[in-house]
C-alpha cells in the first residue's frame, strides 16, 4: 500500500489565495449585481509590452520554421537571455555575476519552493515575519518545520524574525542562529526595503555563522531610493552565502507566460561541495526551465525600446500605489510600503483581526485585499492593498473605501 508525504497535512488550511478566491465567490454568488474590486491578489493587469509582444511573435514564427526550431532548451537557459540578465542585473549595478551563474526558470515561485531541497532536513530556517508564505510552506512539505501550534500561528522548528511597525519591517539579526535565512526586498507584503548597509551586515552575519542567504529580489523593479540594493551582489562577500531569486513578473507581466532565473554563484560552497554544480544537476533532472518563445520574450526587457516601455508600466503600478497610500493617509489609517514597492501596508484600526477586516472590506464596499496575518503571525492586525490593479478601478477602491 503506497504512503502519502504527511508533511502536506501538516500544512494548516488552504493556501492563502485559495481561501480569498473562495470568500470572494461565496459573496459574488450572493450579491451578483455588485462589482467587487480586488486589490488583493498579487497579479499584474497591464499586458505584455509591445516590444516583449513583437519578440514572442518573432520566436513562435521561428517554430513553424525547421531551420529555426528549437526544442529542448539548454538546462541553465539560453545563452543569450543569461548574457543579457548578466549585463542588465548585475554587471550595471557592478555585481560579478556571471552569465553561467545564472538559471533561467519558469519562475520565482518554483525556485523559492524547490531550493530548500539542496539543503538537509536539519538545517534551521529563519523567515521575515511576515512574508510570501511559500518559503515556509515548502519547509513544511519537506518536513523541515517541527510542529504547528494552531493558537500562535507558528512552526516549533522556525526561527521567526518579526518585522514590524518598530523596527520599521526590517528584521533584526536572530538570537538563534539559523542555517538558511530567506530575506525577501523590497518585501512582500509589506513593501519595506533595507538599505544597503543593512543588508551588508547580513551578509557578514552569515558568512561568520555559516548560513546561507535565500534572497528574494522578486520586486527590484520598484526600487527608487538610491541606497537600496537591487541585488544582494551589491554587498561584499554574498558570492560566498547568497542565492537570489529574480522574477519577470512584477516588472514585465509574465505571471500568465511565466519567466524567472536564480543566481548560485560558483563561490557559494559547503565544504568542497558547490551548491552552484548542485542546482545544476536539479535542473538536469527535475528541469523547471522555460520555452524559448518566453526566453526570447524575457531578452526584449533588456533592449532600450523595452526598458523604456516596462519604466512606465512599474510606474502605473507605483502611481496605483501611491493613490492608495495617499487616500487612506487622508482617510487617518497607518500606512507604510508603497515608495519602492507595489504593496501598501494598512494598520487594522481597532480590534478587528485581519481576516475580520478583509470580511469587513468586502462586505460592505465590495474591495479585496489581503488579510496580515496569511504572511505571518507578526502580519495579525495588518493589510496588504497591492496597485497592480487598473487606475480606475484603483480610484474607485479609494472611493468606496472613503464612504465606509
Ligand atoms: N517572490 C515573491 C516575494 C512574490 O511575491 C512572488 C509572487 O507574488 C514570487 C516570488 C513569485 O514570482 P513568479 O511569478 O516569478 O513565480
Redesign the pocket.
Known amino acids: 500500500m503506497f504512503k502519502i508525504n504527511t508533511n502536506y497535512q501538516k500544512l494548516p488550511g488552504s493556501y492563502l489565495f485559495s481561501t480569498i478566491g473562495k470568500k470572494v465567490r461565496a459573496y459574488q454568488a450572493e450579491h451578483p449585481e455588485k462589482k467587487v474590486i480586488s486589490l488583493g491578489i498579487?497579479d499584474v493587469t497591464q499586458p505584455l509590452a509591445p516590444a516583449i509582444i513583437e519578440e514572442l511573435h518573432r520566436a513562435v514564427d521561428e517554430m513553424a520554421a525547421a531551420e529555426t526550431f528549437k526544442g529542448y532548451a539548454p538546462d541553465l537557459g539560453y545563452e543569450f537571455l543569461r548574457t543579457a540578465v548578466a549585463q542588465g542585473d548585475f554587471a550595471s549595478r557592478g555585481c560579478d555575476i556571471q552569465p553561467d551563474e545564472i538559471f533561467v526558470s519558469?519562475?520565482?515561485?518554483?525556485d523559492?519552493g524547490n531550493i530548500q531541497e539542496l539543503f538537509s532536513l536539519d538545517n534551521k530556517i529563519a523567515v521575515c515575519d511576515p512574508?510570501?508564505p511559500?518559503y515556509v510552506d515548502s519547509n513544511v512539505m519537506a518536513g523541515r518545520t517541527g510542529v504547528y501550534d494552531e493558537k500562535k500561528g507558528i512552526w516549533s522548528d522556525v526561527i521567526y524574525m518579526p518585522c514590524v511597525a518598530e523596527n520599521h519591517f526590517a528584521p533584526e539579526l536572530p538570537k538563534e542562529t539559523p542555517d538558511l535565512i530567506y530575506l525577501?526586498f523590497p518585501?512582500?507584503p509589506t513593501g519595506s526595503v533595507i538599505t544597503k548597509s543593512q543588508l551588508q551586515e547580513w551578509v557578514d552575519y552569515a558568512n561568520r555563522v555559516g548560513a546561507v542567504i535565500l534572497y528574494?529580489a522578486?520586486?527590484e523593479a520598484y526600487i527608487s531610493e538610491d541606497d537600496v540594493p537591487h541585488s544582494i551582489y551589491e554587498c561584499q562577500g554574498a558570492q560566498n552565502c547568497a542565492i537570489e531569486?529574480r522574477?519577470?513578473?512584477?516588472n514585465a507581466g509574465?505571471?500568465g507566460v511565466?519567466?524567472?532565473y536564480t543566481v548560485i554563484p560558483k563561490a557559494l560552497k559547503c565544504g568542497d561541495v558547490s551548491l552552484h554544480d548542485m542546482w545544476d544537476r536539479r535542473h538536469g533532472t527535475k528541469y523547471n526551465g522555460a520555452p524559448y518563445m518566453i526566453q526570447k520574450a524575457g531578452a526584449a526587457v533588456y533592449t532600450e525600446k523595452g526598458k523604456a516601455q516596462l519604466k512606465q508600466q512599474i510606474a502605473y503600478y507605483k502611481e496605483n500605489a501611491k493613490i492608495i497610500y495617499d487616500g487612506l493617509k487622508a482617510l487617518g489609517y497607518t500606512v507604510s510600503g508603497g515608495v519602492n514597492s507595489p504593496y501598501v501596508w494598512l494598520k487594522i484600526p481597532g480590534t478587528m483581526t485581519s481576516w475580520e477586516f478583509f470580511d469587513h472590506l468586502l462586505q460592505n464596499a465590495g474591495v479585496v485585499g489581503t488579510p496580515g496575518s496569511g504572511f505571518g503571525p507578526s502580519g495579525e492586525g495588518y493589510f496588504r492593498l497591492t496597485g497592480f490593479g487598473t487606475r480606475k478601478n484603483t480610484e474607485e477602491a479609494v472611493e468606496r473605501i472613503k464612504k465606509l
Not at 106 to 110: F, H, L, P, R, V
Not at 247 to 250: A, E, Q
Open positions: 498579487g519558469d519562475g520565482a515561485k518554483c523559492c512574508v510570501y511559500v525577501c518585501n512582500n528574494d522578486a520586486y531569486f522574477s519577470f513578473s512584477k509574465f505571471t511565466r519567466l524567472g
